[in-house]
């Protein structure tokens, strides 16, 4: 019989990561050995789908940019449709440690989502000024409304099991910060449990951070309209995946 991880899908939304994803692809199957990779080629226009696949990855390549959301509900509905039960988003950039994979789907055996939170007690990372009184807030707030401590509500370090995966191919928002904020409140309103491990975050390891110091003031105010936004909308309709062996 197939083991957790076996029937796992990582997933990487890539978009002009040339520079750095298929390092991580082969980290990943290093770390990870036997665990199927799917790079999400968000219309890059660089080499990114080519170095993906000559890494080992096997690369969808959408047509034009959607964004982390929309890169992710695109690997939501790949794993649907390839027998995978579980999904562990991983950032293509090398920030994320791939040895952090096994703990967030042991995890799965008790917990729909589970995510893995940078501020957790591992690591050294750390964020200042505007970023931080908007995760600390969000944290608060989706920390009620999930039922659960979480310290970290943003983090893209995440495992889906299958009742996550067949709610997020179908619900998973593609709003700036709904793919980590909205996907939350979804998540909790369909009545899945949520979950956090600590992992360490690591330096990009090339590319262009999507954030920089003088966007830090601007980052306040869309976290807090991407929440407003998810508050307000009605609760989608869940179907409950069947159950298979």
């Known amino acids: 019989m197939p083991t957790a991880l076996e029937r796992t899908l990582i997933v990487m939304p890539a978009f002009n990561e040339e520079e750095s994803v298929a390092a991580v692809v082969r980290e990943v199957f290093a770390t990870v050995p036997g665990v199927a990779v799917l790079v999400v080629d968000d219309g890059s226009r660089d080499a990114t789908a080519r170095e993906a696949a000559a890494a080992g990855a096997t690369v969808l390549q959408l047509p034009i940019n959607l964004g982390v959301g929309g890169a992710m509900r695109a690997g939501f509905k790949y794993a649907i449709q390839n027998g995978f039960r579980n999904v562990v988003q991983v950032d293509s950039d090398g920030q994320h440690d791939p040895a952090g994979i096994a703990t967030l789907v042991e995890e799965l055996d008790r917990h729909d989502l589970v995510l893995g939170a940078r501020f957790a007690g591992v690591g050294d990372y750390a964020v200042r000024g505007p970023r931080q009184w908007a995760m600390k807030v969000l944290s608060g707030i989706l920390s009620r409304l999930t039922k659960t401590r979480l310290t970290d509500t943003t983090s ?63 980052y306040l105010g869309r976290a807090g309209m991407a929440l407003f936004v998810a508050l307000i909308r009605p609760p989608v309709t869940f179907v409950e995946p069947a159950v298979t062996a």
């Open 156 to 218: 893209g370090f995440r495992a889906s099991g299958p009742r996550a995966v067949a709610l997020f191919a179908q619900h998973y928002p593609s709003e700036y910060l709904g793919d980590t904020v909205e996907s939350l409140v979804i998540a909790s309103r369909a009545k899945l449990t949520v979950a956090q491990v600590p992992v360490a975050m690591r330096p990009r390891a090339g590319g262009v951070p999507s954030h920089n110091p003088y966007k830090a003031a601007v």
